[in-house]
């Protein structure tokens, strides 16, 4: 019986330690296809495989987001300034926030929420949305691209969308590196830490 036991633990730890390296190795795996493309916040194409060599940090927000998405791009400001300082904002990092919902976040909308935060438009943070010409396909880029990191989102029918909390620092290829969790959890300090590190 007590054999039984044991093989049954062992079972189950393998399990676990598999399942807990399939998530790692899927992360650590992820690449932002090159073909995808979306529309600046100044109404310019943004083809990822044609971006900066640069350190991105990357964020998924709604601009009618109550809480966690604001508090997200506020403490990415701060993170921000901290970056400057250090002379690599810009250099080596860049900052993309992009929306999950393209039929209300237009360009125009992307662009005040960048002025709302006081966020100077310097072209090394991007705010991403879809072409309103074409805003059915573009939902489907959008969504493509928060699947590389397995970053989820729905509408339940009311505006205000239910989605994972989670920002991604990626490499100059577009490479998954590592995520941080966003609003209040969002620790620009550890975010900062681990840029530093990548530089």
């Known amino acids: 019986m007590k054999k039984i036991y044991i093989i049954c633990s062992l079972i189950v730890f393998i399990g676990i330690a598999s399942g ?9 795996n992820a690449q932002i296809p090159e073909d995808i493309t ?3 916040h100044e109404q310019e194409d943004y ?21 966690i998405c604001p508090t997200t ?5 701060l993170l921000k300034q ?10 080596k990092v860049q900052f993309i926030t992009v929306t999950i919902d393209p039929y209300r976040d237009t360009p125009e909308v ?6 709302a935060f006081e966020i100077e438009d310097d072209d090394q943070w991007l705010m991403l949305t879809g072409d309103p010409n074409k805003l059915k396909e573009e ?31 990626i490499d100059e290829n577009n490479k998954y590196i590592k995520k941080f969790p ?13 840029i530093m590190k990548e530089i």
């Open 47 to 67: 083809r990822f495989g044609d971006a900066d060599k640069k350190l991105k940090l990357v964020e998924f927000i709604y601009t009618h987001c109550p809480d």
């Open 139 to 169: 939902q489907q880029e959008i969504r493509e691209l928060a699947d590389t990191f397995q970053f989820q989102y729905r509408d339940p029918g009311n505006g205000f969308f239910v989605h994972t909390t989670f920002t991604y620092l």
């Open 110 to 115: 992307m662009h005040k929420y960048m002025d």
């Open 82 to 91: 901290d970056l400057e300082a250090e002379g690599v904002y810009g250099d």
């Open 20 to 28: 807990i390296s399939f998530f790692v190795l899927r992360d650590a």
């Open 182 to 194: 966003m609003g209040i959890e969002f620790n620009k300090d550890e975010v900062f830490d681990k």
């Open 73 to 77: 791009t506020q403490k990415m400001k």
């Open 38 to 40: 979306l529309v600046t």
